[in-house]
T-cell receptor
Framework: AQRVTQPEKLLSVFKGAPVELKCNYSYSGSPELFWYVQYSRQRLQLLLRHISRESIKGFTADLNKGETSFHLKKPFAQEEDSAMYYCALYLSYGQNFVFGPGTRLSVLP | DGGITQSPKYLFRKEGQNVTLSCEQNLNHDAMYWYRQDPGQGLRLIYYSQIVNDFQKGDIAEGYSVSREKKESFPLTVTSAQKNPTAFYLC??????????????FGDGTRLSIL
């Protein structure tokens, strides 16, 4: 069955340290993957998607089909990065999305 | 400000009562979705609709019902058959059938509690 896993429920790092939020998926088709972020008291919003190959707010994510991973990385974490992060996979056959359980990132001063 | 509007923000349900959560969008999106968000479980899909007058069950549809009479609206009814309705409910919308695939836009959510 298709699914998305995010092994860390909570990740704490100090300001300026590198951060990596892990995401693994299982899917038989060609994956389309997204990272969504939910800041405190804000609605869930798109952070980035793998096909764009862009850096948003200093974050990047590379799709690794061999390892079935789509980890989110940032070289120097900032306090404003503290939020809940969700990895999501688009299911082309059902034409809907499946989300991982989320990782709460806490960037300490 | 265009986007998705969910109402109410907070809702309380009595035993045996059906309640309806509203979701309206002005983004001209074809597809709309309802998710349930519980701590540690992420977002789980309840129902989704890709066109008017059509919808499909998601992973946890039991105890819920929806309608899609208008493109802009996708209300969710939590019925008395849903034994554990206390949760945060998120509505989302997206364009459908576009290339490249467009991401979802989310509402602010409705928190449902049992009295």
């Amino acid at each position: 069955a298709q699914r998305v896993t995010q092994p860390e429920k909570l990740l704490s790092v100090f300001k300026g340290a590198p951060v990596e939020l892990k995401c693994n998926y299982s899917y038989s088709g060609s994956p389309e993957l997204f990272w969504y972020v939910q800041y405190s008291r804000q609605r869930l919003q798109l952070l980035l998607r793998h096909i764009s190959r862009e850096s948003i707010k200093g974050f990047t994510a590379d799709l690794n089909k061999g390892e079935t991973s789509f980890h989110l990385k940032k070289p120097f974490a900032q306090e404003e990065d503290s939020a809940m992060y969700y990895c999501a996979l688009y299911l082309s056959y059902g034409q809907n999305f499946v989300f991982g359980p989320g990782t709460r990132l806490s960037v300490l001063p | 400000d265009g986007g998705i509007t969910q109402s109410p923000k907070y809702l309380f349900r009595k035993e045996g009562q059906n309640v309806t959560l509203s979701c309206e969008q002005n983004l001209n999106h074809d597809a709309m979705y309802w998710y349930r968000q519980d701590p540690g479980q992420g977002l789980r899909l309840i129902y989704y609709s890709q066109i008017v007058n059509d919808f499909q069950k998601g992973d946890i549809a039991e105890g819920y019902s929806v309608s899609r009479e208008k493109k802009e609206s996708f209300p969710l009814t939590v019925t008395s058959a849903q034994k554990n309705p206390t949760a945060f409910y998120l509505c989302a919308s997206s364009s459908f059938g576009t290339k490249p695939l467009q991401p979802q836009h989310f509402g602010d959510g409705t928190r449902l509690s049992i009295l």
